[in-house]
Nanobody, 123 residues
């Protein structure tokens, strides 16, 4: 069972930084890829970034590549999303998710989800 919970959201000015964390408090059945998605007001939930179980492979949406960094601390069952150079367009609810499908960005492949954390970037 995978149980995900996000933290670290908040209000930040454009150009600022935030660090989101996702902790898995469940019992890990098998290795999985952890992803971050976001949903902006009036838009569909979209892929942001993902990292495989070993932390050796990462994947980013074009809109965040070079500004966001995803890392995993396996010992702490935690995945972090470091966000820099934030823009008002990054305002959204950010969700942590998990999948056993390697290399995927498809929302439908992610079967486990956290409740989300709000990120608001002011201009």
């Amino acid at each position: 069972q995978v149980r995900l919970a996000e933290s670290g959201g908040g209000l930040v000015q454009a150009g600022g930084s935030l660090r989101l964390s996702c902790v898995d408090s469940g019992r890990v059945v098998r290795p999985y890829t952890t992803g971050w998605f976001r949903r902006a007001p009036g838009k569909e939930r979209e892929f942001v970034a993902a990292i495989n179980w070993s932390g050796t492979d990462t994947n980013y949406a074009n809109s965040v590549r070079g500004r966001f960094s995803i890392t995993r601390d396996t010992a702490k069952n935690t995945v972090a999303l470091q966000m820099a150079s934030l823009e008002p367009e990054d305002t959204a609810v950010y969700y942590c998710s998990a999948t056993t499908v390697d290399g995927t960005r498809r929302r439908g492949d992610f079967g486990y989800w956290g409740q989300g954390t709000q990120v608001t970037v002011s201009s």
